[in-house]
């Protein structure tokens, strides 16, 4: 069992190693993979199309992980819903990964239905930064990508070994993105679907004044929003 699923420290007097220096960042294409899963083989390209939520987790039957796990099987069918497709990684053997499968499903009454990543030689893991070696340097950190159709990087986050994630952070993330793009939009903080979005600013002194003219909710010039 990992010992950072429990409450601990990352030690500060020994400093991180050296990280790649090439890692996905925003905006760009995401990293190619082809790997080993529950579901069987798959390549990123298999995702072309839709959207994906690739998600590392530090290591099989741990408390965490297994609650993790839970959350993110009680998202899949909304995910779907938003043609979102999910994929889990650590760096535990295919075995491990059915064996623990399984015990959710035994011990829970959870099916997992998404494919699990069995990256045994850390290939995945190296190509994402999901190692980080001032927290361990034998698991996988709580990473989630945002991979869009076109398989462009569009969100990263990164949560500590001890902390678990909020699935219903994800769901928002996925919907605020997809407003973004279909509505050529910005979300403020804490948007939920069905509220007010952000209209861009202005980028010329006439296009400030004719703001102001527009008719949208304007608290100032470069602050407007409207309903979508």
Not at 3 to 13: I, K, L
Request: proline share 8%.
């Amino acid at each position: 069992m990992s010992s950072q699923d429990a409450s601990s420290t990352p030690n500060p007097s020994h400093p991180a190693e050296s990280t790649p220096a090439s890692l996905p960042r925003l905006g760009m294409a995401a990293p190619l993979f082809e790997a080993v899963t529950t579901h069987g083989k798959i390549r990123l390209e298999d995702f072309r199309g839709s959207w994906l939520v690739l998600f590392s987790h530090p290591a099989d039957f741990t408390p965490v992980c297994t609650t993790e796990f839970i959350a993110f099987a009680g998202i899949a069918s909304e995910l779907r819903r938003r043609g979102v497709e999910l994929l889990g990684l650590s760096i535990d053997s295919p075995t491990s990964h059915i064996a623990w499968a399984l015990n959710i499903k035994e011990k829970f009454g959870i099916e997992i239905p998404f494919p699990i990543i069995a990256d045994s030689n850390k290939e995945v893991a190296t190509l994402y930064g999901m190692l980080s070696p001032g927290e361990s340097k034998t698991e996988t950190s709580r990473c989630v990508f945002v991979i869009d159709p076109d398989g462009i990087v569009r969100a990263m986050i990164y949560y500590p070994l001890t902390t678990g994630r909020n699935t219903d952070e994800i769901l928002r993330l996925i919907d605020a993105l997809q407003t973004t793009d279909k509505h050529k939009v910005a979300t403020p903080a804490n948007w939920k679907p069905g509220e007010k979005a952000i209209v861009p600013p202005p980028t010329t002194l006439e296009e400030a004044e004719a703001r102001l003219r527009s008719g949208l909710e304007c608290a100032d010039w470069y602050f407007c929003k409207r309903a979508l």
